[in-house]
């Protein structure tokens, strides 16, 4: 899969990557950019776990609190600030 470039804030590269990983390991992105990028991942998967805590549920092929795991541990690697990993809400707010 080649990576895309970032164009613009409006483009979702999220939807391009298949797994937080392969944001890590892409050349295409400076680190603040794949930050960037995990970060709106995150946010993502926090909007779709509210969602279905409201019972406003839809089919997601992988686990959303999986892949937020496997998201705050790519931006762990990266050396991201754990701004919302520990907020005591599923949408990162205090």
Known sequence: ???PHLVSPER???KEFEHPTDV?????????????????WETDLREILVA????MTRDHPDD?????????????QLGAPP???SAPTKAGGT
């Open 24 to 40: 890590v390991e892409t050349h295409d992105f400076s680190a603040a950019e794949k930050i960037k990028v995990l970060q709106d």
């Open 12 to 14: 979702n590269v999220v």
């Open 1 to 3: 899969m080649s990576a």
């Open 83 to 85: 701004s919302a990993a």
């Open 52 to 55: 279905a805590e409201e019972g």
């Open 64 to 76: 959303p609190g999986v892949q937020l795991g496997n998201v705050r541990a790519a931006l762990e």
